[in-house]
């Protein structure tokens, strides 16, 4: 999971950005805390999104409310298991498939997970096998290395990643803003997620330490 930091550190030097907010959406949060925690000199903010916890954690019961299916899923992973990758990858393709015509979430979300899931499973099922792999395995951070604001948004109804998970995370970061918003993991929650988008992309010098409203 360290390895996120450098990784957007050759991405900013490119781009030629000195200093930025990371945020990162469900399985990305933990990609997100990671940035900041390697990069405390260019990470004004950081917020995740109804990110996971730390699977080895010892005061985080991982899989409490969490969906039975994604429970055994991420034991499986954790366990070291072997995987048939072909089958799985025709599991996902057909998970896309179904998301096509899914009713569960707003369109303009489901359209940009069809389209992004789409797009990575085209060389296979590698490159998901390995983002699973990293956040079961130890993150290597340290998260009172976080030194920016953080906000962690957890949704009040999330069976994909409980709630559980984000208080997790407020509780283990120096300066952290739990917030909660109704909704599930997938939404809707338009507005509140432009609200912290617009309090994550504030200059430095305006930073509030209590995050958003």
Known sequence: MRDAAEDVRAIAEHLEIVEFAVVGVSAGGPHALAVAAGLPD??????????????????????????????????????????????????????????????????????????????????????????????????????????????VMVAEDDADVPQAHGQWLAGHLPDARLVHVPGGHFGPRDEEEEQLLVWATRPRRELNPAGPS
């Open 42 to 151: 260019r990470v004004t903010r950081c917020a995740t999104i109804v990110g996971l916890g730390p699977f080895d954690a010892s005061d985080l019961d991982f899989f409490e409310g969490m969906l039975p299916e994604d429970a055994e899923e991420w034991r499986a992973i954790g366990s070291g298991a072997d995987h048939d990758e072909d089958r799985a990858h025709e599991e996902m393709l057909a998970w896309v498939d179904s998301l096509r015509t899914s009713t569960d979430m707003p369109v303009r979300d489901r359209d940009m997970l069809v389209e992004a899931f789409s797009e990575a499973l085209v060389p296979g099922a590698g490159g998901v096998f390995d983002d699973e792999l990293a956040l079961t395995r130890p993150w290597g951070i340290d998260l009172a290395a976080v030194v920016c604001p953080v906000t």
